[in-house]
């Protein structure tokens, strides 16, 4: 029975000098530096045997690494690509649970004042967007785009006894409607106010911090 004879190995000046690197440099991964070592016991000519009793490795380890540098040098020390676990949930998924994420509880009939990862799991399945997915899940998801519903609440407080028919007159404009009659194509409607970046009055609360089992208040009166 003919046996195989190990491949020789010739590193050039810069390959040997790499290898003692990853060999002996002290930041070395371990399992790079025993595959540097193998090289370099193959290098001085010394068998495959040998070098899995020098270096307590495998024989079949030692025979691979030793062949996939004699094929292809210093790169066929690195690990090759692996496929990995397919992913169990589509990029369509995730970004619809991170777009229900960003609408308020209320709107999906949820009666909260704001979203929690298990909710925003619970109403992920009841909405049929996928068949399980976990609270911890859905926190990597918005983690991604540092989405945190649950560390904001904010609340109004209606102090004007006027405000119903105030704000449906406002609302109908918003709607191009006024007086019960749709505007005309001719006819606009323009807020001379609505300017998020001026703020006209200071609030009548100051926004609090968040604390321990506290989320950050912001009160908008």
């Not at 000098?17 to 000519?45: D, N, S």
């Not at 397919?86 to 970004?95: D, E, G, K, N, S």
């Not at 998801?141 to 904001?152: G, R, S």
């Amino acid at each position: 029975m003919s046996v195989a004879l190990a491949r020789a190995i010739a590193p050039t000046p810069a390959e040997r000098e790499r290898l003692k690197w990853m060999a002996y440099g002290q930041k070395t991964e371990h399992r790079l530096r025993m595959r540097a070592q193998v090289i370099l016991h193959a290098a001085r000519g010394r068998s495959n045997a040998r070098i899995a009793r020098v270096t307590g490795l495998h024989l079949d380890t030692v025979r691979t690494w030793r062949n996939r540098f004699a094929a292809l040098g210093l790169t066929g020390l690195a690990d090759r690509k692996r496929s990995g676990r397919p992913p169990r949930f589509t990029a369509l998924q995730v970004a619809q649970v991170k777009a229900l994420a960003c609408r308020l509880p209320f709107e999906a009939g949820a009666p909260l004042s704001r979203w929690s990862c298990p909710e925003l799991a619970r109403e992920a399945m009841a909405r049929d967007i996928a068949t399980f997915v976990s609270a911890s899940t859905v926190r990597r998801w918005l983690a991604q785009d540092t989405l945190k519903p649950w560390q904001h609440r904010s609340w109004i407080f209606i102090t004007d006894p006027d405000f119903r028919p105030k704000a449906e007159r406002v609302l109908d404009l918003y709607a191009r409607t006024f007086n019960g009659r749709p505007l005309g194509a001719d006819e606009y409607v323009i807020s001379a106010d609505e300017k998020t970046s001026i703020q006209a009055r200071c609030r009548c609360h100051p926004t609090l911090a968040p604390g321990q089992a506290r989320a950050m208040r912001v009160n908008h009166t």
